[in-house]
């Protein structure tokens, strides 16, 4: 496990879903998840579709040496890093579903998203991976 966890604990209205050491960028899965952080789930996933379909950019704000898109003002298109994060926030709308709750009211509560493990790779010139550990807690809201 990631050595960032979700501090608190988890109550009965409350999912979870984590995705390790993903082959995404950390930048750009830090924007994403602070754009879609407090959305209602159905709203993020149509976001990220959106930005998969290269139809919506995703602002950036911490890492801002990049172009300007109109509207947005620094942005991209994250499509592999979106692909990902709209699994994982999937899996967790499977987890909630599984729990019981109702999955029209729920909101996410908790993103983040760490550096993961570096793997080495071998060759003329060594490098190594990205990798991107990602947390999502959703809660159901009455």
Wanted: glycine share 4%; hydrophobic share 35%; charged share 25%.
């Amino acid at each position: 496990m990631s050595k960032y966890q979700y501090s608190t604990e988890l109550k009965e209205n409350m999912c979870k879903a984590v995705g390790l050491d993903m082959p995404i960028s950390s930048k750009t899965s830090v924007e994403i998840c602070n754009k879609i952080r407090g959305m209602k789930l159905e709203k993020a996933l149509v976001y990220l579709n959106q930005v998969i379909e290269l139809k919506q950019a995703v602002p950036f704000r911490r890492f801002t040496n990049i172009p300007h898109q109109v509207a947005t003002g620094p942005g991209r298109f994250p499509m592999k890093a979106s692909n990902h994060i709209h699994k994982i926030l999937k899996a967790a709308e499977a987890n909630a579903q599984f729990k019981g709750l109702s999955v029209n009211n729920l909101i996410i509560k908790h993103i983040s998203a760490q550096k993961g493990s570096k793997t080495i790779r071998y060759g003329r010139r060594r490098t190594q991976t990205k990798r991107t550990n990602i947390e999502v807690v959703l809660e159901e809201k009455k």
